[in-house]
């Protein structure tokens, strides 16, 4: 048997993979106990994806296991052993507003979770594609020291910078930098999940994201900003903007686009690698230009407000670097731009509402 094993499965990365993986694996293991509602309240809850995944795929088995608990994860690595062909870690607290509240809770999750997950891949089907969804925040605050330059609906960095062409690559120093508690536990998970690969020689790949994004996201207000920010603008609820003027500039990649990377690097590992993996040039806006957006895909003007006060540690401008990867992997590149995936996340998004009216 050929099996998948997918770590925060009713998340938005995670559920992408089940339905993307669903034809290409015998079975689709979902490991997820919708800690995302623990994290951030009923907007965050998981569960309706877990109930469409398994109303619509017939061989996705869900397992609710804790990824902290390595007792829970060994029952089922026993279970399934060599069989499992393919593990994506997901699962993550995934918010560096909200690690600061439990750092105890987002280090064992983010880091711990990581290692017990890569442990028992090693102990139980060693020859398995590991891939982990890492984050861009890995390189701390050193993004908003470049030069950057403010426009009328944005920052962007000077046209003379290497960066500016295509972005930040994946030499960007992550040491020397303020990253937030979060940002750090997925530093110690990233790194552990490259060494992995180079010292015990697994399938291992790090995928470090920019904003993940699509319409099966389960926005709030501290995680998953342009689901969130739709919402806002269908209900009418109130949006704040933090800090930078409303002119920071964020890369954003459709699931879609991110799990079919995983399944070009699922094809041909390359043990240890490293990958940013983003919107990059082709999709990307500034808060501003997101708001801008979402009117007019909604028909509604948006209630927002601004603070001046940053959020710790935030990047004023982050565009990824995606030339190692399409070097790597020339058969990959983009599906979809900015505009078809938040009218997917609008279209998502307002139907979900009805329903819970």
Same mark, same amino acid.
Request: proline share 3%; charged share 20%; hydrophobic share 35%.
């Given at each position: 048997?050929?099996?998948?094993?997918?770590?925060?499965?009713? =998340?938005?990365?995670?559920? @992408?993979?089940?339905?993307?993986?669903?034809?290409?694996?015998?079975?689709?293991?979902? +490991?997820?106990? *919708? !800690?995302?509602?623990?994290?951030?309240?009923?907007? =965050? $809850?998981?569960?309706?994806?877990?109930?469409?995944?398994?109303?619509?795929? $017939?061989?996705?088995?869900?397992? &609710?296991?804790?990824?902290?608990?390595?007792?829970?994860?060994?029952?089922?690595?026993?279970?399934?052993?060599?069989?499992?062909?393919?593990?994506?870690?997901?699962?993550?607290?995934? $918010?560096?507003?909200?690690?600061?509240?439990? &750092?105890?809770?987002?280090?064992?999750?983010?880091?711990?979770?990581?290692?017990? !997950?890569?442990?028992?891949?090693?102990?139980?089907?060693?020859?398995?594609?590991?891939? %982990?969804?890492?984050?861009?925040?890995?390189?701390?605050?050193?993004?908003?020291?470049?030069?950057?330059?403010?426009?009328?609906?944005?920052?962007? /960095?000077?046209?003379?910078?290497?960066? %500016? @062409?295509?972005?930040?690559? @994946?030499?960007?120093?992550?040491?020397?930098?303020?990253?937030?508690?979060?940002?750090?536990?997925?530093?110690?998970?990233?790194? !552990?999940?490259?060494?992995?690969?180079?010292?015990?020689?697994? #399938?291992?790949?790090?995928?470090?994201?920019?904003?993940?994004?699509?319409? #099966?996201?389960?926005?709030?207000?501290?995680?998953?900003?342009?689901?969130?920010?739709?919402?806002?603008? /269908?209900? =009418?609820?109130?949006?704040?903007?933090?800090?930078?003027?409303?002119?920071?500039?964020?890369? *954003?990649?459709?699931?879609?686009?991110?799990?079919? !990377?995983?399944?070009?690097?699922?094809?041909?590992?390359?043990?240890?690698?490293?990958?940013?993996? =983003?919107?990059?040039?082709?999709? *990307?806006?500034?808060?501003?230009?997101?708001?801008?957006?979402? @009117?007019? /895909?909604?028909?509604?003007?948006?209630?927002?407000?601004?603070?001046?006060?940053?959020?710790?540690?935030?990047?004023?401008?982050? +565009?990824?670097?995606?030339?190692?990867?399409?070097?790597?992997?020339?058969?990959?590149?983009?599906?979809?731009?900015?505009?078809?995936?938040?009218?997917?996340?609008?279209?998502?998004?307002?139907?979900?509402?009805?329903?819970?009216?």
């Amino acid at each position: 048997m050929k099996i998948a094993l997918v770590t925060g499965s009713a =998340g938005l990365i995670g559920s @992408e993979a089940v339905a993307f993986f669903a034809d290409k694996f015998d079975l689709i293991i979902g +490991i997820d106990n *919708n !800690m995302r509602q623990y994290f951030f309240g009923a907007d =965050g $809850s998981t569960e309706w994806n877990r109930n469409r995944l398994a109303e619509t795929y $017939s061989n996705y088995l869900h397992r &609710p296991a804790d990824i902290r608990e390595v007792g829970q994860l060994e029952t089922i690595f026993q279970e399934f052993g060599t069989d499992i062909k393919l593990v994506l870690h997901t699962a993550a607290q995934p $918010s560096h507003d909200w690690a600061a509240r439990e &750092p105890f809770t987002d280090f064992g999750v983010n880091a711990v979770g990581t290692l017990n !997950m890569l442990e028992m891949t090693r102990l139980h089907c060693p020859e398995a594609v590991f891939i %982990f969804t890492s984050t861009n925040k890995v390189y701390g605050d050193n993004p908003n020291f470049l030069p950057l330059i403010e426009t009328e609906t944005r920052w962007e /960095i000077d046209h003379n910078h290497p960066y %500016f @062409e295509n972005g930040i690559d @994946e030499f960007m120093s992550i040491d020397h930098t303020k990253h937030s508690v979060f940002g750090a536990s997925k530093v110690a998970a990233d790194i !552990m999940v490259q060494e992995y690969g180079r010292y015990f020689g697994m #399938n291992t790949g790090v995928f470090r994201g920019g904003c993940l994004t699509g319409p #099966n996201h389960s926005g709030a207000q501290l995680h998953g900003f342009l689901s969130y920010l739709m919402k806002c603008a /269908i209900t =009418g609820n109130q949006y704040t903007i933090f800090g930078y003027k409303g002119k920071q500039v964020r890369d *954003n990649i459709h699931s879609w686009d991110l799990v079919n !990377m995983f399944w070009h690097f699922y094809q041909n590992p390359r043990p240890g690698e490293v990958y940013n993996a =983003g919107g990059g040039r082709y999709a *990307n806006c500034s808060m501003l230009e997101a708001i801008a957006l979402c @009117e007019e /895909i909604s028909g509604n003007k948006m209630n927002y407000q601004y603070s001046e006060t940053n959020r710790s540690g935030d990047h004023i401008w982050y +565009i990824s670097d995606l030339t190692k990867f399409k070097q790597h992997y020339p058969g990959w590149d983009w599906t979809f731009d900015l505009k078809e995936t938040m009218s997917q996340i609008h279209d998502s998004m307002a139907a979900r509402l009805l329903l819970q009216k």
